[in-house]
């Protein structure tokens, strides 16, 4: 059984509009954090990822692991299937993945596989990351393939909240 309420949290956090002229991390993790607002606003766990190569965006994906009943449906799972598709082919190896929380096993390993150039996240997860948090898959020295990372930093403040406000509001509701 769903034990989701009928209508979601409402979302007490404002999308952010970046300037589409200087195309840094804050500007690719900004679209990270509207896509887990997006997550939000659908009940799910807000967490966002964005894929860029060459500077163009070419993936965008929220958690949509409940209303898929999916535990793959990851954000970063999802944002990693489009950008291959996008591209006609699974190795990612100019692409910058843009995560608002430090990815999962699952995520991490899948980062690894598809040969992603880099990897930037905004909270560090010390249950269950694994680019550094609980572990770090990239450091196992028999992997063929290392990613570049940026861990923490990028708009951390903002994706740290949003995810502890969200936790926040569903323990309260819980609590009703």
């Given amino acids: 059984m769903d034990a989701s309420p009928a209508t979601p949290l409402p979302c007490p956090f ?5 300037s589409q002229l200087i195309r840094d ?20 766990v807000p967490i966002g990822c964005v894929i860029e190569r060459d500077g163009e965006l070419i993936a965008s994906a929220h958690n949509t692991v409940e209303g898929a009943h999916d535990p ?7 944002a990693l299937t489009q ?9 990612l190896s100019e692409a ?10 699952m995520c991490s390993g899948a980062m690894l596989m598809s040969r992603v150039k880099r990897v930037c996240y905004a909270v560090p997860d010390p249950k269950m990351g694994c680019l550094g948090g609980a572990t770090n898959l990239n450091d196992l020295p028999r992997v ?14 903002e994706c740290r909240e949003l995810l502890q406000a969200f936790f926040r509001l569903k323990r309260s509701e819980a609590e009703q």
């Fill in 72 to 78: 793959t449906a990851h954000a970063e799972m999802l």
């Fill in 83 to 91: 950008a291959a598709a996008h591209l006609g082919d699974w190795r």
């Fill in 25 to 44: 991390d804050t500007f690719f993790m900004s679209l990270a954090y509207n896509q887990a607002i997006d997550a939000w606003r659908r009940d799910e």
């Fill in 14 to 18: 404002e999308k952010k509009f970046p």
């Fill in 144 to 157: 063929n393939h290392h990613l570049e990372l940026t861990a923490g930093g990028v708009l951390e403040p």
């Fill in 96 to 105: 910058t993945v843009y995560v608002t929380k430090e990815p999962c096993p």
